[in-house]
């Protein structure tokens, strides 16, 4: 089987030419991508620089434990990913599968101690809409600080979820050696996929962790 | 000729500049559009096929080299010719945001699907709006609600009205009548209701309605009242115990804040200090003063701005 | 040439003729021709709606339907007309059709992505529909907040939903496009060889990749503040409306290069064949497509010059718009050029394309009116803008689409179009469109706002004459859909080459076989190598 999906496609003329085009396509879907958050963070920075006191006051009630600790797993999922695509490139088939499974598990640690933080958030009634309660002046902002919050990690964690879904699907058709050092295309083009979703969240937790907090 | 309109009236000092570059306009883009077509026609006709004209190209070298530099020619051309008019619209702009000193101001609150309008002297009028002729009228608006926009097509002005915030609009008339007054910012069912008119008057007949029209007390007054009911001086106040700003002479001064920014105590600035009060604390002060947000209307907020111009040297705002 | 069978050899079109070949399949030519029925379908929907828009303002008072309905009206027209019409026209349809065999391809980069595209585009306009059936929208095509966040009552979160999905029909679009064109092209196909039907392509989807994005999120932020009443544009909160404004217009200043690029392209091909003429000034008019697109993302606070944003930015966008119309004028010129010592001959494709040249060139002078600042005070939402937008958005791309859709007829049917009455509803088009929206040139300058059902009476002589074009215009748009469909059962069957064209798309079979071509093309001769004293066929 690997030698039939090691020949290309039939709309390339060779390998070399699908392997081109799969790169690039990536690329441009990962441009698409950063405008994408580009936007949030947009938003996000506006309201920030209009609001700095009460934005510095919402960015200290984060949860930066966790946060700290999600980032840390993710730069670890990181690493796994990088490391299943160095074994797809020597054709080490168990590696393979080995370090895209331990990514998926990585991948779902961070939405667990998401699911933790978001209900301790809820606990804390800092969750806009459900119970919202803040005693210190300037409470809408601070809610709209929130409400930013929740909205970018939110869509940040959707990508996630949608990352652990590809890893896990090139994980299984690892194990029923798909691949081979000519052809691991869909393990290079989702690996690069899961290193951008960990560089959004690298812009994602200082901005609304870290900044003001001294 | 009302039948079928050309032209709008031309009702104030700035409309004929913007009419003079209309005209400009026209006629440079009839020119090139006359250009175009006239060429496309002629090399259509002249060039059909079977025609017996000349397609022989002598020496391609030369015709490539002189194809380059009318590409270039007609790349250049319009490339200075639009700068020109960009500098010529971006100066007749700069006379319509910038508020000759002296203006009568003219508060505009608007709101689905009505225009208000407060003047200082008390009178107060829907959908209408009188004012003298020959004198600069500066128009202080915000909404209630959506954003609209005023447009007086006779002045050639507009101007969004946001919720929020104050925007400007001024202008002098010079001619006596009556002229559309549009709302042209879509605001929702009866947004094609909110018109009006602008009705200009000779200064004695405008003194006239005026008096006539003045059976409320001033803005100024309506404010000063306004400011005690809501317990401002208990803080602002002379006998006030808390360390408050005396607001005296403060408008149209330059503030320093806390932080080091240096603010200009505008209609905007006071806005914002009642509503959102902890956003410009001033130097020497603390963020203590609780915010109005619910309490006053736009239409109070007017009258407390124009109370506390009264109070001081109300120098006259330069638009950016 | 028998009429019996659908060809003589095996083509696109003859091998699986059911629905589920037909919805399941990876054929490119298959998809561009999902894509035509999809769009004529929403065509059709877009236009109802301006039709009776043209008919209410007949009077003025508005007679005909209710202010509420009037405003829901321009909303759903301007909503489908732009998003399920004018941004995937020429793309989806040609484009799709024709970019792999302009550079020598069997097919697209992506075939499943590309039928996911259609799949999204077909979701979102369910959802769109839904919105229509379901009372409707009535914030205008533009969703200004803080009305479309918390004050309209209508369908907007639908709506908004129905744009969101179809805006990842177009994203995926131009990401496969883009990377055709960069790694697909035959052997001698070098970038300067290119068509610059292609260069079209390329540019647009620069733009489809780059901007759609920004779009989505505008509208999910949007969408969120109105479900959950806190947000980023609610000036109640201390909130900006103004960005709502500016992340918008980032978005749809850059779409308004998406619908007219692809005409250009098309004006590109169609010029240089009728005039048996290499178009003038070939790397300029490329260089000129990219140019736009990359300044076209420079631009968007032209339309918030009286929105409340400072001076400065006002004076510093009407300077780059001045700028970004300087490689429009360049092709307009270098159009005109293209039929010196040429052959020229007026085939319907070629009047179509003539009306474009023309009408671009009023379209895009108005715009400048509009980029001077003193002068756009008076002028902005004014019935001057909607003619000015109307005279590209129409006037421009959709007579290129319909002209386009005229020359490669041939080519995706093996059909040929009636040319006698091709060419009256080329001319018909024209007339018509004149008749609608010049008079709303005089309206503008007059006063009249934009979105007014309701109208003061010494306006109504111009609203009569334009509604009057209007329904000379509708007879050019429903002409081509009855002849065209006509001939696809009884139209003379089309040669590989019926105009005697420069193109690798010619030098296939008409229709091409599934494969697109017998063998790869090798390329040795540069863009519109017409010999100059050859003489055409056809």
């Keep these: 089987m690997a030698d039939a999906l090691a020949a290309h496609a039939p709309q390339f003329d060779d390998a070399e030419q699908q392997r081109t085009a799969s790169n690039l396509g990536i690329w441009i879907f990962l441009a698409t991508e950063i405008l994408f958050f580009g936007v949030l963070f947009a938003a996000y920075a506006i309201t920030r620089v209009r609001f700095p006191d009460a934005f510095a006051a919402?960015?200290?009630?984060?949860?930066?434990?966790?946060?700290?600790?999600?980032?840390?797993?993710?730069?670890?999922?990181?690493?796994?990913?990088?490391?299943?695509?160095?074994?797809?490139?020597?054709?080490?088939?168990?590696a393979v599968v080995g370090w895209l499974s331990l990514t998926v598990a990585l991948g779902c640690a961070f939405l667990a101690i998401k699911a933790v933080e978001y209900r301790l958030d809820y606990l804390e009634h800092l969750v806009p809409t459900l119970d919202f309660r803040y005693a210190g002046p300037q409470a809408d902002q601070v809610e709209l600080f929130f409400y930013m919050y929740f909205f970018i990690t939110a869509v940040h964690g959707l990508h996630v979820l949608i990352g652990i879904g590809c890893i896990a699907t090139i994980a299984v058709m690892a194990a029923r050696n798909a691949f081979s050092p000519d052809y691991f295309t869909p393990i290079d083009v989702t690996g690069l996929y899961w290193h951008l979703v960990d560089v959004i969240w690298l812009f994602v937790f200082p901005i609304l962790y870290l900044i003001s907090r001294s | 000729m009302d039948s079928l309109p050309f032209f709008p009236v031309s009702a104030s000092t700035t409309a004929g500049q913007v009419d003079n570059l209309?005209?400009?306009?026209?006629?440079?883009?009839?020119?090139?559009?006359?250009?175009?077509?006239?060429?496309?026609?002629?090399?259509?006709?002249?060039?059909?096929?079977?025609?017996?004209?000349?397609?022989?190209?002598?020496?391609?070298?030369?015709?490539?080299?002189?194809?380059?530099?009318?590409?270039?020619?007609?790349?250049?051309?319009?490339?200075?010719?639009?700068?020109?008019?960009?500098?010529?619209?971006?100066?007749?702009?700069?006379?319509?945001?910038?508020?000759?000193?002296?203006?009568?101001?003219?508060?505009?609150?608007?709101?689905?699907?009505?225009?208000?309008?407060?003047?200082?002297?008390?009178?107060?009028?829907?959908?209408?709006l009188h004012v003298p002729l020959g004198r600069p009228v500066e128009l202080l608006m915000t909404s209630q609600d959506v954003i609209h926009s005023l447009s007086i097509p006779g002045f050639r002005i507009k101007q969004d009205v946001l919720p929020g915030r104050?925007?400007?609009?001024?202008?002098?008339?010079?001619?006596?009548?009556?002229?559309?007054?549009?709302?042209?910012?879509?605001?929702?069912?009866?947004?094609?209701?909110?018109?009006?008119?602008?009705?200009?008057?000779?200064?004695?007949?405008?003194?006239?309605?005026?008096?006539?029209?003045?059976?409320?007390?001033?803005?100024?007054?309506?404010?000063?009242?306004?400011?005690?009911?809501?317990?401002?001086?208990?803080?602002?106040?002379?006998?006030?115990?808390?360390?408050?700003?005396?607001?005296?002479?403060?408008?149209?001064?330059?503030?320093?804040?806390?932080?080091?920014?240096?603010?200009?105590?505008?209609?905007?600035?006071?806005?914002?200090?009642?509503?959102?009060?902890?956003?410009?604390?001033?130097?020497?002060?603390?963020?203590?003063?609780?915010?109005?947000?619910?309490?006053?209307?736009?239409?109070e907020l007017l009258e407390i701005i124009e109370y506390l111009k009264s109070l001081g040297n109300a120098t006259q705002q330069v638009m950016p | 040439?028998?009429?019996?069978?659908?060809?003589?050899?095996?083509?696109?079109?003859?091998?699986?003729?059911?629905?589920?070949?037909?919805?399941?399949?990876?054929?490119?030519?298959?998809?561009?021709?999902?894509?035509?029925?999809?769009?004529?379908?929403?065509?059709?929907?877009?236009?109802?709606?301006?039709?009776?828009?043209?008919?209410?303002?007949?009077?003025?008072?508005?007679?005909?339907?209710?202010?509420?309905?009037?405003?829901?009206?321009?909303?759903?027209?301007?909503?489908?007309?732009?998003?399920?019409?004018?941004?995937?026209?020429?793309?989806?349809?040609?484009?799709?059709?024709?970019?792999?065999?302009?550079?020598?391809?069997?097919?697209?980069?992506?075939?499943?992505?590309?039928?996911?595209?259609?799949?999204?585009?077909?979701?979102?306009?369910?959802?769109?529909?839904?919105?229509?059936?379901?009372?409707?929208?009535?914030?205008?095509w533009t969703f200004y907040a803080p009305y479309?966040?918390?004050?309209?009552?209508?369908?907007?979160?639908?709506?908004?939903?129905?744009?969101?999905?179809?805006?990842?029909?177009?994203?995926?679009?131009?990401?496969n496009?883009?990377?055709?064109?960069?790694?697909?092209?035959?052997?001698?196909?070098?970038?300067?060889?290119?068509?610059?039907?292609?260069?079209?392509?390329?540019?647009?989807?620069?733009?489809?990749?780059?901007?759609?994005?920004?779009?989505?999120?505008?509208?999910?932020?949007?969408?969120?503040?109105?479900?959950?009443?806190?947000?980023?544009?609610?000036?109640?909160?201390?909130?900006?409306?103004?960005?709502?404004?500016?992340?918008?217009?980032?978005?749809?200043?850059?779409?308004?290069?998406?619908?007219?690029?692809?005409?250009?392209?098309?004006?590109?091909?169609i010029i240089s064949c009728f005039c048996r003429n290499p178009i003038f000034g070939y790397r300029f008019m490329a260089y000129a497509m990219l140019a736009i697109a990359a300044f076209g993302f420079l631009v968007w606070g032209h339309h918030m010059f009286v929105s409340g944003q400072s001076a400065f930015a006002g004076t510093v966008f009407s300077l780059l718009t001045f700028l970004v119309s300087v490689p429009s004028a360049i092709k307009v010129f270098n159009w005109t050029a293209t039929l010196y010592k040429g052959h020229v001959t007026f085939h319907a494709p070629?009047?179509?394309?003539?009306?474009?040249?023309?009408?671009?060139?009023?379209?895009?002078?108005?715009?400048?009116?509009?980029?001077?600042?003193?002068?756009?005070?008076?002028?902005?939402?004014?019935?001057?803008?909607?003619?000015?937008?109307?005279?590209?958005?129409?006037g421009a791309a959709v007579m290129a689409f319909f002209g386009?859709?005229?020359?490669?007829?041939?080519?995706?049917?093996?059909?040929?179009?009636?040319?006698?009455?091709?060419?009256?509803?080329?001319?018909?088009?024209?007339?018509?469109?004149?008749?609608?929206?010049?008079?709303?040139?005089?309206?503008?300058?007059?006063?009249m706002p934009r979105r007014y059902p309701v109208y003061p009476p010494e306006f109504q002589a111009w609203n009569v004459l334009s509604s009057a074009g209007a329904s000379l215009l509708v007879f050019g748009y429903i002409l081509p859909l009855i002849y065209l469909l006509w001939s696809l059962r009884y139209g003379e069957r089309a040669p590989a080459n019926p105009w005697g064209a420069k193109g690798l798309e010619w030098e296939t079979a008409s229709p091409p076989p599934s494969e697109n071509f017998h063998a790869t093309p090798l390329v040795s001769e540069e863009a519109y190598a017409y010999a100059r004293s050859e003489s055409p066929h056809g």
């Excluded at chain 1, 984060?62 to 020597?90: E, I």
């Design chain 3, 177 to 269: 496009f883009v990377v055709t064109i960069h790694s697909m092209r035959a052997p001698g196909m070098t970038w300067f060889r290119l068509p610059l039907f292609i260069w079209a392509m390329y540019a647009t989807s620069l733009i489809l990749v780059l901007a759609t994005p920004v779009l989505a999120m505008t509208l999910m932020l949007m969408g969120m503040e109105r479900i959950f009443g806190i947000g980023v544009f609610d000036p109640a909160l201390g909130g900006d409306p103004l960005l709502f404004q500016h992340l918008f217009w980032f978005y749809s200043h850059p779409a308004v290069y998406i619908m007219v690029v692809p005409a250009m392209g098309v004006a590109s091909e």
């Design chain 1, 58 to 94: 919402a960015s200290r009630l984060t949860n930066l434990p966790l946060a700290g600790t999600n980032t840390a797993v993710l730069l670890t999922s990181s690493l796994t990913m990088a490391l299943g695509v160095h074994a797809a490139q020597h054709g080490a088939r168990r």
């Design chain 3, 404 to 447: 386009g859709m005229h020359f490669w007829w041939p080519k995706v049917t093996g059909r040929m179009y009636p040319e006698g009455w091709a060419r009256f509803s080329a001319i018909l088009t024209f007339t018509g469109f004149n008749l609608t929206f010049f008079p709303q040139f005089i309206l503008g300058y007059l006063g």
């Design chain 3, 350 to 394: 070629m009047l179509y394309a003539l009306g474009f040249v023309g009408l671009f060139t009023i379209g895009g002078l108005t715009g400048l009116f509009l980029a001077s600042l003193g002068l756009d005070v008076h002028m902005h939402d004014s019935y001057f803008v909607v003619a000015h937008f109307h005279y590209i958005m129409v």
């Design chain 3, 148 to 175: 479309s966040t918390t004050f309209s009552t209508s369908q907007v979160f639908a709506a908004a939903t129905g744009v969101f999905i179809a805006g990842f029909s177009s994203i995926l679009t131009g990401l």
């Design chain 2, 22 to 128: 209309y005209f400009a306009w026209l006629a440079l883009s009839g020119v090139v559009a006359l250009a175009v077509a006239l060429l496309l026609i002629w090399f259509a006709v002249r060039y059909r096929r079977g025609s017996a004209a000349n397609r022989i190209v002598a020496d391609a070298a030369k015709s490539e080299k002189r194809m380059r530099r009318i590409e270039i020619v007609w790349t250049v051309v319009p490339v200075v010719l639009f700068l020109a008019m960009f500098v010529w619209s971006a100066r007749v702009y700069y006379v319509n945001v910038t508020v000759p000193r002296g203006a009568l101001p003219i508060y505009i609150v608007a709101k689905q699907w009505m225009w208000h309008a407060e003047h200082p002297a008390g009178e107060r009028e829907i959908n209408e």
């Design chain 2, 166 to 299: 104050y925007t400007t609009l001024w202008f002098t008339a010079n001619r006596a009548g009556e002229y559309h007054l549009f709302c042209t910012q879509f605001c929702g069912a009866s947004h094609s209701h909110m018109v009006g008119r602008v009705v200009v008057m000779e200064a004695a007949a405008f003194e006239g309605w005026l008096s006539a029209h003045a059976n409320l007390p001033t803005m100024a007054a309506r404010g000063a009242q306004r400011y005690r009911q809501l317990g401002c001086d208990g803080c602002h106040g002379a006998q006030a115990s808390v360390h408050a700003p005396k607001l005296e002479g403060l408008f149209g001064r330059s503030v320093e804040l806390r932080d080091g920014r240096s603010v200009l105590a505008d209609e905007r600035f006071i806005r914002d200090a009642v509503l959102l009060p902890n956003r410009e604390v001033p130097a020497g002060y603390d963020a203590s003063m609780p915010s109005f947000r619910g309490q006053i209307g736009e239409e």
């Design chain 3, 1 to 140: 040439m028998n009429s019996a069978s659908i060809a003589s050899e095996e083509n696109y079109l003859s091998s699986g003729w059911n629905w589920w070949a037909w919805l399941t399949t990876l054929d490119h030519k298959r998809i561009g021709i999902l894509y035509t029925i999809t769009i004529t379908l929403l065509f059709g929907i877009g236009g109802a709606a301006a039709a009776m828009i043209r008919l209410d303002l007949l009077t003025p008072n508005s007679q005909l339907v209710s202010v509420e309905t009037y405003n829901k009206l321009f909303t759903m027209h301007g909503v489908i007309m732009v998003w399920f019409f004018l941004i995937p026209s020429i793309p989806a349809t040609l484009g799709n059709f024709l970019v792999p065999m302009m550079v020598g391809a069997r097919d697209l980069a992506f075939p499943r992505l590309n039928l996911a595209s259609w799949y999204l585009f077909v979701g979102g306009a369910l959802f769109t529909i839904y919105a229509l059936l379901a009372g409707g929208v009535d914030t205008g």
